[in-house]
């Protein structure tokens, strides 16, 4: 007797197969963002273009995984510029200048940013260690 094999492994290794592209096409993002959070030019339209994926389809992969591209990437900017202030090493540069090297473009957006996050300004952070 001959049994025609299921549709079901099929079907199933497909699923598995997509879930496998997905999760690596996340990692490859998440990659790139730990890599470039601190350009202030970076953005979902680069790194799109840098792997070959749609920004649309980059924010779908992250909003799917818990948080946007923008969140990620301010999160990112944050935690440097919250490591810069505690440092000694960077006690000569001003406010300003960590958060431009951290990525952000304006130091008020970044104030307010940090005084979010932290809940305090930055330079109270500073001050308090």
């Not at 350009?39 to 680069?46: G, H, I, N």
């Not at 799109?48 to 749609?54: D, P």
């Not at 960077?90 to 951290?102: E, F, P, Q, T």
Request: aromatic residues 10%.
């Amino acid at each position: 007797i001959h049994v025609k094999p299921s549709p079901a492994p099929s079907i199933t290794a497909g699923i598995a197969g997509r879930r496998g592209v997905r999760a690596a096409r996340l990692q490859d993002v998440l990659s790139g963002i730990d890599a470039n959070f601190s350009d202030p030019k970076f953005s979902s339209q680069r790194l799109g273009r840098k792997l070959q994926l749609s920004a649309r389809y980059i924010q779908e992969l992250l909003q799917n995984a818990g948080a946007s591209f923008t969140e990620r990437v301010t999160e990112l900017r944050l935690q440097k510029a919250r490591s810069m202030l505690l440092d000694v090493r960077y006690n000569r540069l001003k406010v300003s200048d960590i958060a431009y090297a951290c990525g952000f473009n304006e130091a008020s957006y970044f104030n307010r940013r940090f005084r979010a996050r932290f809940g305090c300004s930055p330079t109270q952070y500073r001050n308090g260690r």
